[in-house]
Nanobody, 113 residues
Framework: QVQLVESGGGLVQAGGSLRLSCAAS????????MDWYRQAPDKQRELVAR???????NYADSVKGRFTISRDNAKNTVYLQMNSLKPEDTAVYYC???????WGQGTQVTVSS
C-alpha cells in the first residue's frame, strides 16, 4: 500500500495559477504511473493528467495547454501545475498511484469568476 498526501489547493481567481503536490510513501514511486483526477459536485471523477514511469504524459482535452504534470522521483512527489484556471476547473483534485491503486484524500481547488 502507498500513502499519498496532496497539498496546494485553494481559492484563485479565473486566469490564475496553482501548483498541486502529491507526496508518496514507499520505495516503488519511480516505477509507478501517477495520475491526477478531479471530481466536481454532482459529476463523476475524471482523469486530468497521467505521467508514466518513463516520463510520458497524457492530458484530458479540457486541460491541454494549461496544465502540466511532472514528477520528482528523488522526492517521491508528483506535481500538477495549473495555469489559466477557469471556473469549470473547480473540483476536488485527487492523486492516484497506479501500481497499488492508492488514492490521496483530495485537495479542493476553487476558481472564482
Amino acid at each position: 500500500q502507498v500513502q499519498l498526501v496532496e497539498s496546494g489547493g485553494g481559492l484563485v481567481q479565473a486566469g490564475g495559477s496553482l501548483r498541486l503536490s502529491c507526496a508518496a510513501s514507499g520505495s516503488t514511486f519511480s516505477s509507478s504511473a501517477m495520475d491526477w483526477y478531479r471530481q466536481a459536485p454532482d459529476k463523476q471523477r475524471e482523469l486530468v493528467a497521467r505521467i508514466r514511469s518513463d516520463g510520458r504524459t497524457n492530458y484530458a482535452d479540457s486541460v491541454k495547454g494549461r496544465f502540466t504534470i511532472s514528477r520528482d522521483n528523488a522526492k517521491n512527489t508528483v506535481y500538477l501545475q495549473m495555469n489559466s484556471l477557469k471556473p469549470e476547473d473547480t473540483a476536488v483534485y485527487y492523486c492516484h498511484e497506479g501500481r497499488y491503486e492508492s488514492w490521496g484524500q483530495g485537495t479542493q481547488v476553487t476558481v472564482s469568476s
